[in-house]
């Protein structure tokens, strides 16, 4: 039996998805005891994907549905306070860079930096699906801090207090990785070893990594909308083409065999209910549909808002509640209010699901977006078929009856933001574009809501919490812990940051 059968033939995916390599980075000073002494990609990929995927689908998730005005609490809970307060400080979040730093990236770079000592399993594969993903994670964390560790961070104990680099930088940088790794993943030397079920999201198909790269790519680009830097997007859009993969064609998703127990359940499912009984979680009950997101559905006869929420227990009303600490207690507990519905926590088969890290809604209106501003060919007709392709595909995937046909039903409405605008006007397009997004990804991929608001300022009329100053925060603090590590390189910030200080890309 030769090393590749050997390799193969190990079980190691459920004992893996418990365990992280033992490899420190600037973020570890010290070696976990617990994790094993040495690993290879085949047991280190699938658990950087978990981690990613974990992190996404909750806090990442839960984060953008609150700042983009979408879920609110109940007068009887006085959870996420600092959410209608805008309380943002450096504690706040936290664990979206120390997660991604601590476990996500030092896995990722291990992977891209692994070399069998044995000269027998080439693992060029698993290093393309890497940076797609490395890739994946950077953009949010510039998106979401600016100026982050980039070409010193990940050396484990050669540098545990990295600079930071330029967040423009870093972007442009990403954008060439996942250039690279496209053309790795459809391109692959003979030998190279198939990740097979060993990668959790696309089962080893690398021509779906590919697919991947260029979507997360387009995403980029389409954020650097407002840089002046048409000509840039236009050549780096003809690299996606040059490659020939084209798009996602699916959701991209998460499975490594979820199941109805502690720990495993799908993220987002496991977020909101418990194992087993699939009883509410406190997160299950405290947090409900705000009043303007169920008014909007409302009045756009949007037949999404019962799978997005559910009615109240009382009454079965479709009732949502402000961002603010000062309810009433008559009418507006978790009982009274609409709550997070079918369509995003599906009642038999939720807990198993596979769990989506990016879906055909966004990257379909990323098209429309980029057709109507001239990065794609196609003109005014191809952007109005992306645009009403995306709301198809969102009625699909949230599970509303009928949904092809209830799609054109809903975006034949002379409805502004719901019919294709037929004004030549940009600005209009790309209102009706980011309002449909932000339906569409409202429980998926939601951090995306928060970021298109900064950048677009859509959707117009966004209300800001009672007590939220008036002013939406446009990103995060560093943590505390990285101040305390790496307090030479941190950039300054004060408690104004998170709100006067946008992204490059703003």
């Known amino acids: 039996m030769n090393t590749k059968t050997i390799i193969k033939s190990c079980v190691v995916l459920l004992v893996t998805a418990l365990t992280t390599v033992s490899c420190s980075d600037y973020l570890d000073v010290n070696d976990n005891p617990n994790s094993p002494a040495s ?17 996404n689908a909750r806090e990442m998730t839960y984060l953008g549905n609150f700042i983009s005005y979408n879920w609110a609490t109940p007068s009887n809970w006085s959870a996420n306070q600092d959410f209608s307060r805008y309380t943002i400080n450096s504690s706040f979040y936290s ?49 979401l801090y600016g100026d982050v560790p980039y070409t010193e961070a990940n050396l484990r104990s050669g540098n545990i207090t990295p600079k ?68 840039y997007i236009k050549a780096q859009i003809a690299l996606i083409d040059a490659n020939g993969a084209g798009y996602i064609t699916a959701d991209v998703a998460t499975q490594p065999g979820y199941s109805d127990n502690a720990d495993k359940q799908n993220p987002f499912y496991g977020y909101f209910r418990k194992p087993s009984t699939n009883a509410e979680q406190d997160r299950g009950d405290y947090t409900v549909a705000t009043d303007y997101v169920v008014n909007y559905l409302s009045g756009t006869n949007d037949p999404r808002l019962n799978r997005l929420y559910a009615g109240a227990k009382t009454g ?14 008559v009418g ?50 191809a952007a109005k078929t992306k645009y009403e392709q995306a709301i198809t595909a969102s009625f699909t995937r949230l599970g509303v009856p009928t949904a092809a046909t209830a799609a054109v039903t809903y975006y034949s409405q002379a409805l502004p933001n719901v019919a294709w605008p037929t004004t ?83």
Do not use: C, H
């Open 39 to 55: 690993s290879t990609p085949f047991q280190t990929l699938p658990v950087a994907q978990r981690d990613l995927t974990a992190l």
């Open 95 to 143: 664990n979206i860079f120390e997660t991604s730093y601590a476990t996500i990236f030092k896995n990722l770079t291990y992977v891209q930096n692994y070399t069998d000592k044995t000269g027998v399993v080439d693992y060029s594969a698993y290093k393309a699906i890497a940076s797609v993903l490395k890739g994946f994670q950077y953009q949010y964390l510039v998106d």
């Open 164 to 231: 930071y680099d330029d967040a423009q930088t870093i972007y442009k940088a990403v954008i060439a990785d996942l250039t690279s790794a496209a053309e790795l993943a459809l391109d692959l030397p003979d030998n190279a070893e198939s990740p097979g079920k060993q990668d959790i999201i696309n089962k080893g198909d690398m021509t779906k990594w590919a697919k991947f790269a260029n979507s997360v790519k387009l995403r980029m680009l389409v954020r650097l909308s407002n840089t002046n830097q048409d000509a």
């Open 316 to 329: 079965g009303a479709f009732k949502g509640a402000p961002q603010t600490t000062t309810l009433p207690g």
């Open 332 to 381: 507006f507990t978790s009982n009274d209010l609409a709550k997070i519905g079918p369509g995003l926590i599906v009642p038999t088969t939720g807990m198993t699901a596979a769990q989506t890290i990016m879906s055909m809604p966004e990257i379909l209106l990323l098209q429309a977006e980029a057709i109507a501003r001239g990065y794609i060919a196609g003109g005014d007709a």
């Open 424 to 506: 030549g006007n940009l600005s209009a397009k790309v209102q009706a574009i980011i309002t449909q997004k932000w339906v569409a990804l409202n429980g998926t991929s939601s951090i995306e809501l928060w970021i298109e608001k900064t950048r677009t300022g859509f959707p117009a009329g966004l209300p800001q919490p009672a007590e939220g100053g008036g002013i939406r925060p446009v990103r995060l603090l560093y943590p505390g812990s990285e101040n305390s590590r790496n307090s030479l390189n941190v950039p300054k910030q004060t408690a104004q940051t998170a709100f006067t200080s946008n992204p490059f890309w703003k």
